[in-house]
């Protein structure tokens, strides 16, 4: 059915994006890192972890051979977090000149110098975002509702410019073990070689674990938030609609299948 309400007075992006029509529902648990309350010190543990997690599986290379079929001079990437995922995306790209440009919520210091910086913080929902030809968002999607979602989306594939978005994640059985040995068993592993090197990674990983165990919460939550094929299909549907064309696929990574979706 229509909606025939009347225009109200202007709100806020994501209230303009709100109807009546049937959205799939699910539990979403709450991730500690989205919380404004959660105390910088831990994120930037998180942010550390995945970082060298990251860096030493190259989980994202395959991106770069997406990317060869994408025309872009000015890359911005969201929901950066440390920009490792991004760097790792973007290195072929980079090498040929392309400026990719790092932007999050919640801006991290922890991230490799010389490589790119962090502009000033951008909250995808409510901000303005900087002028690009091409936004990526890796293995950040799942963060968001499917509200969010198409709001993120269609305000980054306005004006001729393309959006990717990656995903390494689904709502699987397996996928979710390997996460928690990942999150659990990973930081006993990697944390001396978590980079830049502090102290503070070991005091919070072997002698009171709340790194650990934060990042274990984190990622087995992300893993109940990943969307489903249905929840693609959802949204390329909504986007369609919209005038906007949709490309999705898998990319096969050594230790992942990863999932793209580009709107153009």
């Known amino acids: 059915t229509k909606n025939n309400t009347k225009p109200a007075r202007r709100k806020s992006n994501l209230s303009l994006l709100r109807s009546s029509k049937n959205k799939r529902k699910k539990w979403r648990p709450a991730e500690l890192e989205d919380q404004t309350w959660f105390p910088n010190w831990l994120r930037a543990y998180q942010m550390a972890f995945l970082s060298t997690l990251d860096r030493i599986t190259q989980l994202y290379l395959p991106v770069n051979k997406l990317l060869e079929n994408i025309d872009s001079e000015r890359i911005v990437d969201l929901a950066s977090g440390s920009g490792e995922s991004a760097m790792n995306a973007t290195a072929e790209m980079r ?13 991290s210091e922890h991230r490799a110098k010389g490589e790119s910086h962090l502009i000033e913080k951008v909250d995808v929902l409510e901000s303005e975002l900087p002028d690009a030809d091409l936004y990526i968002m890796i293995n950040a999607f799942h963060h968001f509702d499917s509200e969010e979602r198409e709001l993120i989306a269609k305000k980054a594939s306005h004006n001729k410019s393309q959006f990717l978005i990656i995903e390494p994640l689904r709502p699987r059985v397996d996928v979710f073990f390997k996460v928690f040995l990942a999150t659990f068993i990973g930081p006993f592993l990697l944390a001396p ?10 005091l919070l990983t072997y002698a009171i674990p709340l790194g650990v165990l934060a990042t274990c919460w984190d990622g087995l939550a992300s893993v109940v938030k990943s969307l489903s094929q249905e929840e693609w299909d959802d949204l390329e549907t909504e986007l369609t609609v919209s005038g906007r064309k949709v490309e999705q696929g898998l990319l096969t990574s050594r230790m992942a299948k ?7």
Not at 193 to 202: A, E, T
């Open 193 to 202: 070689f978590m980079r830049p090197f502090s102290f503070k990674w070991l």
């Open 95 to 107: 090498r040929s000149g392309t400026k990719v440009l790092l932007t999050d919520k919640f801006p």
């Open 258 to 264: 990863l999932k793209y979706f580009l709107v153009k």
